[in-house]
């Protein structure tokens, strides 16, 4: 059997027990609260431990997904049932929020803690970092190449997990804030609403040219035809679909399990796994696909396989050729004349050459799919039934003595006697009968009765109440497991205020500025990508302003190492950090926003690394971020242009117009325009309007606002001092007012 764990998705029991029938190692799965699918089924105590018994009973693992970011009052709640969550005993932890980390990692052993795919852990240097901070195993970004993720398995031997099947985020997973951003649901809590599923208008030069589509769609992750390479470096092959239902769960895990084991598997399997769910399929990032052909432009929904072609149409009918059987009540689906996802079910059953006749008007050629198997409902019709275990029981009896009670289940041995001293029975010749009815009566167990055994006397008598007392204590021994150690101590924050003070100005530059602006500014910051940042660094340094650099969010390895270079180059004093990768750095470091710094746990372990500026993730209210933050040195973004998604591809159509040099914005139903950038390889989709907090900045007491330079700079300074009641530009107060839905 190979070594790498297939993990499976499991929204609620019924996909558990699917993902566990049909071949999968692990399975993660949420609570209640605190998971990262918050719209999934998800599990309460008394179902997370009824799973972990059963998976560790036949030699299988869960993980519980604690993977949002957590605000003060969430992970004060979170920290109070965890020793619940402990008693259940699960394998592992899935973690977004550094500060629920190091909670977890001070008062807990025996679990292991996992690092989110929500952390963008996009690098070698990220992944070292999170494995030097304590982390057993990291979650690595679906952006990663398997030749990344091979160099570092050799060089770091770090526990990988990757995802290989499943649907895609286009966006870097934890750097999405487009749905925070149009429709305050925030995708790093576990609530995202999907725009990237939306149409967009393209807008060249401010104008719309006529053309729409699903530019942000990604088609489904589908690595089944590479399984074997990729698990030679990834210790854990993890399949997205939390959200998704037993069948599905069946289907994926089952076809995996067959792949990774050497079976063969058929191209009707392989169009089940289709029919199961599929935007269309890409071997994705992982496995170099042409970044283009990751789109799905044509539907974001799910289309299944494709079981035929039109091959006439005429008079509003379609002639469609099959080569796939369809069964009486599948589902197909096709696109019709307009460019409109439409459908149909099928009330008959039809062989493959058969030619079905719709009344619909479709383009001769288009292909057409089964969005929906009966087959698929029917096989796995019984599949999320617990499938019982078999015991045996061994029964010793003598007169005037304890009865004793032996169960055995694989490896697993207790003994059981009882405090009562066994009669001799008068009525009874025989016994057996009777204790085994008695002792058989385990159907609310994981277990069924196979093999038992009487030694000793038989004409005896035991009363039924003393039965079932032994037979409840040995399954429950049975059940018995060392438990992981949790030491729970009061660990609750207190919150010291800040004093009021007079925050002063950071400036982000993009060009040398004129000295009457720079007497309002107390710092410069330049950005990693800007083409002149050495020049500018020099002169603004012989100006007395010491530059703090900005760097990305997302980094490649090379661009990491350029950072470091840069920084030993110019003897940078202070970099804002976004990237795990650049939390190693030999200078002051201040946290930035990307790395979602939402409470005062998370505060408090950059603190204990000598860091001691922070900026807050950007999905905080003011009355949230005055809780979090105490003998800090807070700064807070005041008027800027904000990132909402930063991808790796982006639409055919996009992407040809950016490379014409066009400027670029997608448009939505209700009219906001969001421009599109591409900047070292990655496309950049801002927000519609710029961030300006107003007056919303007299509520926290920040010690350093944070400005861009741009044509609005002089009203923004104006509006400070108090010489303007008003700015004349459109803009955006962002989450400080109205925070994200909790």
Do not use: W
């Not at 679909?241 to 990774?260: D, H, I, S």
């Not at 008068?426 to 994981?446: A, E, M, V, Y």
């Not at 746990?601 to 009355?623: C, H, N, W």
């Not at 914005?665 to 009219?671: G, L, S, V």
Request: hydrophobic residues 35%; neutral net charge; proline residues 3%.
């Amino acid at each position: 059997m190979n070594k790498t764990e297939i993990l499976s998705p499991a929204g609620g029991i019924e996909e558990f027990y699917a993902a566990i029938n049909c071949g999968a190692d692990a399975v993660y799965t949420g609570l209640k609260s605190y998971s990262a699918r918050k719209n999934a089924k998800n599990l309460d105590i008394g179902e997370l431990r009824e799973i972990v018994s059963y998976a560790h009973l036949i030699g299988r693992k869960v993980y519980i997904t604690l993977n949002t970011m957590l605000f003060n009052e969430e992970i004060e709640n979170l920290i109070s049932i965890l020793p619940e969550i402990f008693s259940c005993n699960p394998d592992g932890i899935i973690v977004q929020d550094i500060g629920l980390f190091s909670v977890l990692k001070n008062y807990s052993k025996g679990v292991e803690l996992h690092a989110s795919t929500q952390m963008t852990a996009d690098n070698f240097y990220a992944v070292k970092n999170l494995k030097d901070f304590g982390f057993d195993r990291v979650v690595v970004a679906r952006e990663m190449s398997i030749d990344e993720i091979s160099h570092i398995k050799e060089e770091l031997k770090v526990d990988i997990e990757a995802f290989v099947h499943g649907a895609l985020c286009v966006c870097y997973s934890g750097e999405c804030y487009f749905s925070s951003t149009i429709g305050e649901r925030s995708a790093n809590r576990g609530d995202c609403a999907q725009p990237c599923r939306k149409r967009y208008n393209l807008i060249l030069d401010d104008k719309p040219i006529g053309k729409n589509g699903f530019y942000l769609s990604m088609k489904d992750l589908n690595t089944s035809s590479n399984i074997e390479d990729i698990a030679k470096y990834v210790d854990s092959l993890k399949i997205e679909g939390r959200m998704k239902n037993k069948e599905y769960v069946a289907t994926v895990t089952n076809f995996y399990y067959k792949k990774l084991h050497g079976e063969m598997t058929t191209v009707s399997q392989e169009k089940e796994l289709a029919d199961a769910f599929s935007r269309g399929f890409t071997k994705g990032f992982i496995l170099d696909e042409d970044k283009q052909s990751m789109i799905n432009s044509v539907s974001p929904k799910h289309i299944g396989s494709i079981i035929g072609k039109v091959i006439d149409s005429k008079n509003n009918k379609s002639y469609i050729k099959l080569d796939t059987p369809l069964y009486k009540d599948d589902g197909i689906t096709f696109i019709d004349k307009n460019g409109k996802s439409d459908g149909e079910k099928i009330t008959r059953f039809l062989q493959d050459g058969t030619i079905l006749e719709i009344n619909k008007a479709l383009l001769i050629g288009e292909n057409v799919y089964r969005n929906y198997s009966s087959k698929i409902y029917d096989k796995n019709k019984n599949i999320s039934e617990m499938r019982k275990l078999p015991i045996d029981m061994f029964v010793y009896s003598k007169i005037g003595e304890p009865l004793k009670l032996k169960i055995v289940y694989q490896n697993r041995s207790v003994e059981v006697a009882s405090d009562f001293i066994v009669e001799k029975s008068n009525s009874c010749p025989d016994s057996r009968g009777i204790l085994k009815k008695q002792l058989d009566r385990i159907g609310d167990t994981f277990f069924y009765l196979d093999k038992f055994e009487f030694f000793g006397d038989r004409d005896i008598f035991v009363p039924k109440s003393i039965l079932n007392e032994m037979r409840r204590e040995g399954v429950s021994k049975i059940l018995e497991e060392n438990q992981a150690e949790f030491k729970f101590i009061d660990i609750k924050k207190t919150f010291k205020k800040n004093k009021k003070r007079e925050p002063k100005i950071s400036l982000l530059v993009d060009s040398a500025v004129s000295e009457c602006v720079l007497k309002d500014v107390f710092e410069i910051r330049l950005d990693f990508d800007n083409p002149n940042l050495e020049k500018l660094f020099n002169l603004y340094r012989d100006k007395d302003f010491e530059p703090c650099l900005v760097t990305p969010s997302i980094l490649t390895k090379k661009e990491v190492l350029e950072i470091k270079d840069l920084i030993k180059q110019l003897s940078v004093k202070k970099v804002i950090v976004n990237n795990f990768a650049l939390m190693d750095l030999d200078c002051d470091i201040v946290v930035g926003s990307s790395l979602n710094v939402a409470n005062t746990y998370a505060v408090d372990f950059y603190k204990s690394k000598g860091i001691k500026e922070f900026i807050p993730s950007r999905e905080m209210t003011t009355t949230e971020i005055d809780s979090a933050f105490s003998d800090t040195i807070l700064r807070l973004p005041y008027y800027m242009n904000t990132v909402s998604m930063i991808t790796k591809t982006i639409g055919k159509d996009v992407i040809d117009e950016i490379n014409r040099g066009k400027n670029v914005k997608i448009e939505d139903a209700k009219n906001e325009r969001f421009p599109v950038k591409y900047i070292r390889g990655k496309y950049y989709i801002y927000n519609s309007k710029p961030m300006f907090m107003a007056r919303t900045i007299d509520r926290i007491d920040a010690d350093i606002i944070e400005i861009t330079y741009d044509e609005n700079y002089n009203q923004i300074i104006d509006f400070l001092k108090g010489s303007i009641e008003n700015v004349d530009f459109s803009y955006t107060t962002g989450h400080y007012n109205r925070g994200v839905a909790r």
